[in-house]
């Protein structure tokens, strides 16, 4: 891993817990005014705001890290070079989904723009900008992988691929 993908990381984590304790702030004020018989109308959307915000952040750590989720059964009853085939088959995909996702997330940016929120001074386009870079966080996390998986492909996957039903019996 290099250094500028350790500093991105990290400044994933201290934006994500940031995040989360603005939104657990502003949903508590947001309780607590509606207790007195006197709310902030504001709170509602903010926190519509920081939820996507705060979902989009674990998606680019989830990312980074490889903890999305991922049913390997079947892919690790493969042999070697087909395993290694399915996985940049699925980190192709990864790529295009990333991509697909940051040209639609320009053109929500687009669409929203002029929209001001209801209740606070915000364009409604900063709802989607965070998807923008999400997207790009996949499509560059998938390729990075895709290339890992191509560079290695003659040394065996890991996770080690599980032993065939005859292997087993064995």
């Known amino acids: ?11 994933m984590e201290v934006i994500s817990a940031i995040l989360i304790v603005a ?21 509602d959307e903010v926190s519509r705001f920081l939820m996507l915000w705060v979902a989009v952040a674990g998606w680019i750590l989830a990312s980074r890290r490889r903890a999305h989720i991922r ?12 395993w290694r085939a ?19 997330s320009i053109h929500l940016v687009q669409a929203n723009y002029d929209l001001e929120a209801t209740t606070v ?3 409604m386009g900063l709802l989607y900008v965070p998807m923008l870079l999400a997207g790009i966080v996949t499509a560059l996390q998938g390729l990075a992988e895709l290339v890992d998986n191509l560079r290695n492909w003659n040394n065996p996957p890991f996770p080690p691929v599980a032993p065939t039903l ?5």
């Open 166 to 170: 005859q292997e087993a019996a064995e």
């Open 71 to 82: 049913i390997r059964f079947f892919h690790n009853l493969l042999p070697q070079h087909g």
């Open 23 to 43: 939104l657990l702030v502003t949903v508590t004020l947001g309780i607590v005014t509606r207790a007195l018989g006197d709310p902030l109308i504001w709170t």
């Open 1 to 11: 891993m290099t250094s500028w993908s350790r500093v991105f990381d990290r400044l």
């Open 121 to 123: 001074p915000l364009s």
């Open 86 to 104: 399915a996985e940049s088959v699925m980190q192709a995909a990864m790529v295009v989904f990333g991509l697909l996702v940051t040209w639609y």
